[in-house]
């Protein structure tokens, strides 16, 4: 391999098809060759955080509309069979 071989120090991980050992981001999907990191850079780690507290705040939110909605319907019961 010549010098300018940009990872020269996978080279020698390499498996039998070639390819270095890498897994990809989660959000941009760029290559990691770092096996133990799970995003690219802190900005993605930053926006995969941000998604998770979006999904949070959205399951909060059908839990709450879901509960005044059977109260609404029990009050509405409640109040028809009181006539």
Same mark, same amino acid.
């Given at each position: 391999m010549p010098k300018s071989y940009k990872f020269e120090?996978?080279? &020698?991980v390499q498996d039998d098809s070639g390819i270095v050992p890498h897994k990809h981001c989660p959000v941009c999907?760029?290559?990691?060759?770092?096996?133990q990191r799970e995003y690219c850079s802190d900005a993605c780690k930053g926006i995969?955080?941000? &998604?998770?507290?979006g999904k &949070?705040?959205?399951?909060?939110?059908?839990?709450?509309?879901? =509960?005044?909605? =059977? =109260?609404?319907?029990?009050? =509405?019961?409640?109040l028809l069979n009181n006539n």
């Open positions: 120090k996978f080279h &020698k999907g760029r290559q990691i060759y770092d096996l995969s955080e941000n &998604k998770d507290k &949070k705040k959205k399951m909060y939110r059908m839990i709450a509309i879901s =509960v005044i909605a =059977v =109260v609404a319907v029990l009050i =509405v019961m409640i």
